[in-house]
């Protein structure tokens, strides 16, 4: 068995490579789960990150076979941040095993592959996403890792033709209007913000910097209407779509976000990334407002769309009492786990 590094970007074959693992070690992991998409780690893969230097390993075949048909035994992607603040720290987006191929120090090998990378490029700390209960977990923590913000999924299901599939005032060219909520009038944009709201949209998120974070070695970034952009670009860039509902004053303040993205725009399920009320504009249900009528809008465009999902901070209370109400429903435990190197 051998650690090969894979150039970047990969090749078709290696793309399906990887995505052959990930889909053998979900269909075991995590069966309730839809399975992995091409289009999502075909994107991941080949499109270089905003935030960092990408590095990527396939667990494999030994010298002389041909690494483009083998499907390999494992693989790892972690991405060293580049940003200001953050190059002491990376964070391993992916180590994961063939289910048949377990137990047999494939995991192992790959972890030190990373940690010489890590070691190397100066850095004194790495973490990861990783399900609680699960084989992630125990490996981890056999390695040394701590969970530093236990958080949970959360999951809304979106049903064939119900809430929000043709909202009122929809037309056969589109969704329907925005309505207007105590004051405020919700925006809804589809992929980048528009320029004459980026800077507003720039402005609410920094009201994220209250949000839990735990003992991350990660630092959170200062918003400005380019990162933004940047960072939605990406996932454009990647293959996905991603849609913004804003609340707005009359004055052109943003006081609220929500935003969800589809990795795969043909796909069945969404991740729900941020829901933010700017604090002075809290206690007046803007998260319930603006999170509901995304659901709306997300299942007008996106009619086959039927799961949205979100991870929300153990400690974060007032988010998970919004989620509560929409109907969502805790699924599974979940943590970012850190080392110190």
Sequence with gaps: MMIHSLALPPSDAEVDAWLAVLASAAAVDLPQLPPPSRVEVAGRLCVTPARGRPVLWKAGAGEGTDEGTDEGEGVAALLLFTEQGNTHTAFLDVLTVRPEARRRGVGTALWERVREELLADGRTSVAAMLDLGGPGQAFAEAMGFENVLPMAWYVQDVPAGGAGASPAGATADGPAQPPSTAGYELLTWYGLVPDAWAPAAAAAHAAMEDAPTGDMDERIQTWTPERLHTLQQLILDRGGDMITVAAVTPGGEVAAY????????????????????????????????????????????????????????????????????????????????????
């Design 258 to 341: 929500t935003e969800i993205v589809l990795p795969d725009p043909a796909g069945t399920s969404a991740l729900q990334y941020d829901t933010v009320v700017v604090p002075a504009h809290r206690g007046h249900g803007l998260g319930r407002a603006v999170k509901r009528h995304m659901a709306a809008q997300a299942a007008a465009r996106h009619p086959q769309l039927r799961r949205i999902a979100t991870t929300v901070a153990d400690e974060n209370g007032p988010m998970r009492a919004v989620n509560e109400a929409l109907g969502y429903r805790r699924e599974r435990g979940v943590g970012i786990y850190q080392i110190k190197l």
